[in-house]
């Protein structure tokens, strides 16, 4: 039984397949070993990485929760500023950019469900206040938050860290999205998040859990086993202007999800991905900001490479039942 479905807020569509679960290579091994070599990332060895942007320190107690470093190899680099104004040639551009490491955790842990709520609460700050830095500046047009937990989800370094990558192009893709979400706000007077949104609450087959100002689904045309999409339950364009009351509430959310989606899945490797209002002077109206986790149990190979559209094994209502099933909270 296989079925096409769409997605309306990114466009894509999924051919789901859940015949093929029965396939004895479905599944990659995604579990991981730690390995106890020497860390850079870890408290002690901060002169390991290339000196400190930004450092979120407890009150007492340690020296230090969270560190923002340049990343050591990074994809983009501010090199000669490209010029401001309409879009230069790609050429002009030179790889133009900033990449930064956000260092979660001064302890060897490897993903969120192992951090106190605090450290959560403070990485996702953290993020805000990047995103809000790297937007004041006037020569990039977008950022991106984004982490690879687990070698299958091409993470390089064990330790527990997400990246933040602004450049100074919009991606193709983003752009097409952006023409999308803008149509369809004009359309309709109301973000395309939000009518997704609606529509899955009003079915609830997907959804994994709701709190006071967010939800958290697996979208309708999940792209792979286990995919959560989260978001604002009222539209806005910036993940920056999240009120600082509500960000314990997306940690705890953020961090029962993953927690879930480890239970549910023998510690998967996942990305993890944060999308916020280009850098633009907008206005941003039709922008939802959101979060994406796509957990790698599964390999995109020639089809998907080759079209765009992902065939997934695992009925989203399946993969939503599992991750809602109740578990006992760790502290
Ligand atoms: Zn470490």
């Known amino acids: ?196 949104l609606d529509d899955e609450r009003r079915d609830g087959a997907r959804v994994v859990a709701e709190t006071r100002h967010f939800a958290a689904v697996c979208p309708f045309a999940s792209r792979v086993p286990y995919e959560v999409r989260i978001a604002p339950l009222e539209p806005m364009p910036y993940y920056e202007a999240i009120p600082a009351g509500w960000l314990g509430e997306l940690a705890s959310l953020l961090r029962d999800v993953v927690r879930r989606i480890e239970r549910a899945s023998a510690r998967a490797a996942y990305n993890l991905i944060i999308h916020t209002a280009p850098f633009d002077a907008g206005p941003h109206d039709h922008f939802h900001w959101h979060i994406e986790i796509l957990p790698r149990l599964t390999r995109a190979a020639g089809f998907e490479w080759g079209t765009g559209c992902f065939i997934n094994p695992l009925l989203p209502e399946t993969a939503a039942s599992r991750l809602r099933a109740p578990h006992r909270t760790k502290p």
């Not at 290339?50 to 190899?73: D, F, H, S």
């Open 1 to 196: 039984m296989s079925e096409y479905r769409h997605d309306p807020v990114n466009g894509h569509w999924v051919i789901l397949a859940d015949n093929r679960s029965d396939r004895p290579d479905e599944y990659i091994e995604t579990g991981w070993e730690r390995i106890s070599e020497a860390c850079p990332f870890c408290e002690g060895n901060e002169g390991e990485t290339p000196p400190e942007i930004a450092r979120y320190a407890p009150r007492r107690g340690r020296t230090w929760l969270a560190r923002v470093v340049p990343n050591k190899y990074p994809a983009v680099a501010p090199g000669a500023r490209p010029p401001i104004g309409r879009p230069p040639p790609l050429e002009a551009l030179e790889g133009y950019g900033v990449h930064e490491v956000v260092i979660e955790s001064p302890r060897h842990l490897v993903s969120w469900s192992e951090m106190p709520i605090e450290g959560v609460r403070l990485t996702c700050r953290a993020y805000q206040e990047r995103l809000a830095h790297l937007r004041r500046r006037g020569d990039l047009v977008y950022g991106v938050v984004f982490k690879n937990v687990g070698p299958a989800a091409g993470a390089s370094i064990e330790h527990v860290h997400g990246q933040v990558l602004a450049t100074a192009l919009l991606p193709p893709p983003i752009a097409v999205r952006l023409a999308h979400w803008r149509e369809g706000y004009h359309e309709a007077g109301r973000t395309v998040v939000s009518r997704w």
